[in-house]
């Protein structure tokens, strides 16, 4: 396949693709070779305008289209980007540096939620019930709410618009995508696929660019609702702004999971699951393990099993055979995840393995960084702390699994976290207690499928209803409850 590249990235408008009305550009490197592979616009109010005006005109029309008919431009969809699926996997790699294997989850949850969105005319239905009073029935439906917006981060190129766009459509609304101007392609990719449709021009709609476009979404007044994930300063900013401006949100944020390892687990299985959890996808998922907790006699043995089995990660391009680590997202960011490191080690954690000097000869321009791992970890430490969000993975110790639920319940954020042991009573109570609101037992990335919601809790997550599955189509849609009754 040969290497993906495009000049310049355009918007995706009224069922046209336009150029950007912004002059400024962000250039787009592969972050694993350092070579150009094309730009995408900063973005401006003005494309906004123009992709909301589109949404809101064909609203009306799309609205009153019976769902089976809108879902089958879903099964449609849903094949193309079967058809596609190893074009969009290279793609994936290329723009966000995660290998092959690890753009296939990507782009095989995405095509996810549009099978399950096909399903809309059974997940749509309300409720009935007749002889409420006497000769009086009782009817509630939900109904299509408007224009939404869907704002999505860098590390799941494929996935997150994927969230949020085939919900969104199959419920009878019309949606303006914003991808992450780190990985715009993907989605030029998707959207390519999407024209193939023929669906009635403004159903869905792309504005590509960075921060002025996301400002103009949140306060636009004929969006009336907005989808983010990112971090969680910003999910603050799209939740403060947005819901200022009477919009329903929910903002997906930031991230510090933590892992509880009991000494009756399954050792060589834990172990192998705990290294996928936090180095696959370099660290940068939403998902992944960034503190183990050793509950007692577990953290000896931990510390040296995570070390000898992280020593075997092969970093490189992740395109090319062998590799099992691609590189993180641009230089700035590894910048940032060293400045953790030497945080880690300044504060007196004990730095068991250290990527620091990870090079990988044929690509010098890569930002790559190798699998680090401190011990002696405490909650008070930066980077007990705070989101680091690359290959970096912390151990605690805690005397006994009260003690660790607690260091996991004080941290403000609370997205996934998991527990490693064989005792049913210690993962039912672990299950029960945690503040998370994905949990894994025995599972390193608790990622639920597209027919469940995903979320996290706390200052992970914004808003009441969430990502995809049921919630999803609550969020996409208003209740009406009718009353009847006939003379
Ligand atoms: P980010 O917050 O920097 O960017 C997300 C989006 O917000 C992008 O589209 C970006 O253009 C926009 N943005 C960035 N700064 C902005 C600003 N100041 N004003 C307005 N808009 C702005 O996030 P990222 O670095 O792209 O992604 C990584 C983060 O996303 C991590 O914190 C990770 O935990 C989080 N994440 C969370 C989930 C989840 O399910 N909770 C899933 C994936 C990623």
Redesign the pocket.
């Known amino acids: 396949m040969k290497p993906y590249s495009i000049e310049k990235a355009r918007n995706y408008i009224n069922g046209a693709w336009v150029q950007s009305n912004s002059k400024e550009e962000i250039i787009v490197y592969n972050p694993a070779t350092g070579e150009r592979i094309g730009a995408v616009p900063s973005g401006s109010a003005s494309d906004v305008d123009a992709a909301v005006a589109a949404a809101k005109k064909a609203f009306p029309a799309w609205s009153e289209t019976p769902a089976a008919v809108r879902a089958r431009y879903l099964f449609d969809l849903r094949n193309l980007m079967e058809a596609h699926f190893d074009e969009l996997c290279s793609i994936c790699t290329q723009e966000h540096g995660k290998t092959f294997e690890e753009s296939k989850g990507d782009v095989r949850r995405a095509i996810d939620n549009v099978e399950t969105a096909a399903g809309i005319p059974s997940l749509m239905m309300g409720q009935a019930l007749e002889q409420v009073a006497p000769g009086i029935d009782c009817v509630s439906v939900r109904q299509p709410a408007g224009v939404f917006a869907a704002?999505?981060?860098?590390?799941?190129p494929s996935m997150?618009p994927f969230w949020f766009l085939p919900y969104a459509i199959a419920t009878g609304n019309t949606i303006v995508i914003?991808?992450?101007?780190?990985v715009p392609f993907s989605q030029v990719r998707a959207f390519e696929l999407i024209s193939e449709l023929k669906l009635p021009p403004g159903v869905v709609n792309m504005v590509q660019?960075?921060?002025d476009?996301?400002?103009a979404l949140v306060e636009h007044r004929d969006i009336v609702g907005v989808s983010?994930?990112?971090?969680?300063?910003?999910?603050q900013?799209?939740y403060e702004r947005a819901s200022a401006t009477g919009k329903r949100v929910q903002a997906?944020?930031?991230?510090k999971n933590f892992t509880i390892v009991i000494d009756d687990c399954n050792w060589e299985k834990s172990v192998a699951n705990i290294i996928d959890s936090a180095f696959a996808c370099t660290g940068?998922?939403?998902?992944a393990t960034s503190v183990v907790i050793g509950v007692g006699g577990a953290y000896d043995r931990l510390k040296r099993e995570l070390v000898e089995q992280a020593k075997r990660i092969t970093v490189g391009y992740g395109l090319d055979a062998g590799v099992t680590m691609g590189p993180l997202?641009s230089e700035t960011?590894r910048a940032r995840v060293i400045s953790y490191i030497e945080k880690g080690v300044k504060e007196g954690a004990e730095l068991l393995l250290d990527g620091r000097d990870c090079k990988v000869a044929s690509y010098p321009k890569g930002h790559f960084l190798g699998a680090t791992i401190f011990g002696n970890v405490t909650s008070a430490m930066t980077i007990g702390r705070e989101?680091i969000?690359g290959p970096v993975l912390s151990l605690m110790r805690a005397d006994s699994l009260d003690e660790a639920i607690k260091i996991v319940n004080a941290h403000p954020l609370a997205?996934a976290s998991s527990i490693y042991t064989s005792a049913g009573a210690a993962a039912r109570r672990y299950t029960h207690a945690v503040h998370a609101s994905m949990v894994g037992v025995n599972i390193g990335v608790a990622a639920p499928m597209s027919y469940f919601g995903?979320?996290?809790a706390k200052g992970?997550?914004l808003g009441d209803l969430k990502?995809h599955g049921r919630e999803s189509i609550l969020f996409y849609t208003n209740s009406k409850t009718a009353i009847s009754r006939w003379w």
């Open positions: 704002i999505a981060p860098y590390n799941f997150v914003k991808p992450s101007e780190q660019g960075g921060r476009v996301v400002n983010f994930v990112g971090s969680s300063p910003v999910a900013h799209v997906l944020g930031g991230a940068q998922r939403c998902l997202i960011h989101e969000f997205n995903f979320g996290g992970s997550f990502a």
